[in-house]
């Protein structure tokens, strides 16, 4: 076990073990340092701590003291030597017509070294500027080029999500990320939304890719064959976050249905033939959601209903307690006086009547058919008319039957004649 302190240099979220030696630092407190490129100003993140031996990274650096008031004026003008090297350096590259863009400088403790950062698309020949900057601050001069993710890195600034950047305020290093995590996770792939501000993959990609792999590893793939609750069907869309599965079923693949992973039997993961594929007759259990108690309990109220008592139909008056009906408060009217009133609204008892004598029915004349009156409508009834007694025809001499019945027989040959033939052949029946 060895005994050391973490401390942070500036705009960096790296911590570096150092060993305090005699001294005892706490956290937040401002040490001076050596480093290989000499004495530095940092910020103890933690106090004195053992550490596993393996952890320490041989030559192990000393402290050299706390800051000092000196410390911190030096400091300060260091910074604002930054500031004029950063607007010379500036003029200089227009100057030189390089393609590069300037992005940070860095001044030592001790001002004898001045670092630039850059960014460039290609290789940049700098030493003629490295000359005039010499010669402009009598320093030891060196330009690095940086990358866009490490520009991001010094620079800082915010996210998408509204939140700083990850790279400036926790991470150690960068993570490797590719587009493939964004496939995992069915994240759309137009790289202005998977893309951070540095136009590289968004860092945050790495953080859940682990829980979604192992999402995968669980859920069926689409177009998988599955058994569902409802029958078999073949799966058509995948939500790895929720862990369920949309299923176009055989007996209704225009209504797909959603279920969850535990509901589902995979019989063939992934595209492929059913052949040869037995479907099992048991269906799996339907997932049941139990529902959570409530967090207040209803209220049960002590008031109980009890309905009025009846009114005597014989005697028509109110028992004791009851309230007087709708109809009955109209009849009595409102205000003082409403029983009075309708006591002399009550109708006199009625003597006792004769009983009425059943009237005669009249005779209805006869009905006939076609809808004709009789002959004499409105007259007195057939009933109470006289009747007369008409002559009863007389038989013609010489045949035994009367004129009346001889006419409409010869009425009848008549027809038969026009029926038999033209020109009144026909002859009638004796």
């Given at each position: 076990?060895?005994?050391?302190?973490?401390?942070?240099?500036?705009?960096?979220?790296?911590?570096?073990?150092?060993?305090?030696?005699?001294?005892?630092?706490?956290?937040?407190?401002?040490?001076?340092?050596?480093?290989?490129?000499?004495?530095?100003?940092?910020?103890?993140?933690?106090?004195?701590?053992?550490?596993?031996?393996?952890?320490?990274?041989?030559?192990?650096?000393?402290?050299?003291?706390?800051?000092?008031?000196?410390?911190?004026?030096?400091?300060?003008?260091?910074?604002?030597?930054?500031?004029?090297?950063?607007?010379?350096?500036?003029?200089?590259?227009?100057?030189?017509?390089?393609?590069?863009?300037?992005?940070?400088?860095?001044?030592?403790?001790?001002?004898?070294?001045?670092?630039?950062?850059?960014?460039?698309?290609?290789?940049?020949?700098?030493?003629?500027?490295?000359?005039?900057?010499?010669?402009?601050?009598?320093?030891?001069?060196?330009?690095?080029?940086?990358?866009?993710?490490?520009?991001?890195?010094?620079?800082?600034?915010?996210?998408?999500?509204?939140?700083?950047?990850?790279?400036?305020?926790?991470?150690?290093?960068?993570?490797?990320?590719?587009?493939?995590?964004a496939k995992t996770q069915n994240l759309s792939l137009n790289p202005t939304k998977i893309s951070?501000?540095?136009?590289?993959?968004?860092?945050?990609?790495?953080?859940?890719?682990?829980?979604?792999?192992?999402?995968?590893?669980?859920?069926?793939?689409?177009?998988?064959?599955?058994?569902?609750?409802?029958?078999?069907?073949?799966?058509?869309?995948?939500?790895?976050?929720?862990?369920?599965?949309?299923?176009?079923?055989?007996?209704?693949?225009?209504?797909?249905?959603?279920?969850?992973?535990?509901?589902?039997?995979?019989?063939?993961?992934?595209?492929?033939?059913?052949?040869?594929?037995?479907?099992?007759?048991?269906?799996?259990?339907?997932?049941?959601?139990?529902?959570?108690?409530?967090?207040?309990p209803a209220v049960v109220s002590d008031f109980r209903f009890t309905p009025p008592e009846p009114?005597?139909?014989?005697?028509?008056?109110?028992?004791?307690?009851?309230?007087?009906?709708?109809?009955?408060?109209?009849?009595?009217?409102?205000?003082?006086?409403?029983?009075?009133?309708?006591?002399?609204?009550?109708?006199?008892?009625?003597?006792?009547?004769?009983?009425?004598?059943?009237?005669?029915?009249?005779?209805?004349?006869?009905?006939?058919?076609?809808?004709?009156?009789?002959?004499?409508?409105?007259?007195?009834?057939?009933?109470?008319?006289?009747?007369?007694?008409?002559?009863?025809?007389?038989?013609?001499p010489g045949t035994g039957e009367p004129a009346a019945a001889k006419k409409s027989r010869h009425?009848?040959?008549?027809?038969?004649?026009?029926?038999?033939?033209?020109?009144?052949?026909?002859?009638?029946?004796?």
């Amino acid at each position: 076990m060895t005994e050391v302190i973490s401390v942070r240099f500036r705009s960096g979220c790296k911590t570096y073990y150092f060993n305090p030696g005699q001294l005892h630092i706490e956290a937040g407190q401002d040490v001076i340092v050596e480093t290989a490129q000499g004495a530095e100003y940092v910020t103890c993140t933690e106090g004195n701590h053992p550490v596993e031996d393996h952890q320490v990274v041989e030559p192990l650096r000393r402290v050299l003291r706390l800051a000092t008031e000196n410390d911190r004026r030096s400091l300060q003008l260091a910074r604002e030597k930054e500031k004029d090297a950063f607007a010379v350096c500036q003029k200089k590259i227009a100057q030189h017509g390089l393609e590069m863009k300037l992005v940070r400088v860095e001044c030592s403790f001790d001002g004898n070294k001045i670092l630039f950062f850059f960014t460039a698309d290609g290789r940049v020949d700098f030493r003629e500027l490295v000359k005039d900057l010499a010669s402009a601050f009598h320093a030891r001069i060196e330009l690095r080029q940086i990358g866009v993710r490490d520009e991001a890195k010094m620079l800082g600034g915010l996210g998408i999500c509204g939140r700083p950047f990850c790279c400036s305020q926790f991470m150690d290093d960068f993570i490797p990320v590719s587009i493939k995590m964004a496939k995992t996770q069915n994240l759309s792939l137009n790289p202005t939304k998977i893309s951070g501000t540095c136009g590289r993959l968004m860092c945050c990609l790495k953080y859940e890719q682990d829980a979604y792999e192992d999402a995968v590893r669980r859920m069926p793939k689409n177009e998988s064959f599955v058994q569902t609750p409802d029958g078999p069907g073949n799966v058509s869309a995948v939500n790895l976050l929720k862990e369920q599965v949309t299923v176009r079923l055989d007996s209704q693949p225009d209504a797909p249905r959603c279920y969850h992973n535990c509901e589902v039997c995979v019989l063939r993961n992934g595209k492929g033939s059913r052949d040869g594929i037995q479907v099992p007759q048991e269906r799996p259990a339907r997932l049941v959601v139990e529902e959570e108690p409530e967090e207040f309990p209803a209220v049960v109220s002590d008031f109980r209903f009890t309905p009025p008592e009846p009114m005597s139909a014989a005697s028509g008056e109110k028992k004791e307690g009851e309230r007087p009906s709708r109809s009955r408060r109209r009849r009595g009217g409102r205000g003082r006086g409403g029983e009075e009133r309708s006591a002399e609204k009550k109708p006199a008892p009625q003597a006792e009547q004769p009983e009425k004598q059943p009237r005669p029915e009249k005779p209805r004349p006869p009905r006939r058919r076609g809808g004709k009156k009789p002959e004499g409508a409105g007259a007195a009834p057939a009933a109470q008319q006289p009747k007369t007694q008409q002559p009863k025809p007389q038989p013609q001499p010489g045949t035994g039957e009367p004129a009346a019945a001889k006419k409409s027989r010869h009425r009848g040959g008549r027809r038969h004649n026009r029926r038999g033939g033209a020109g009144g052949s026909g002859k009638t029946e004796a």
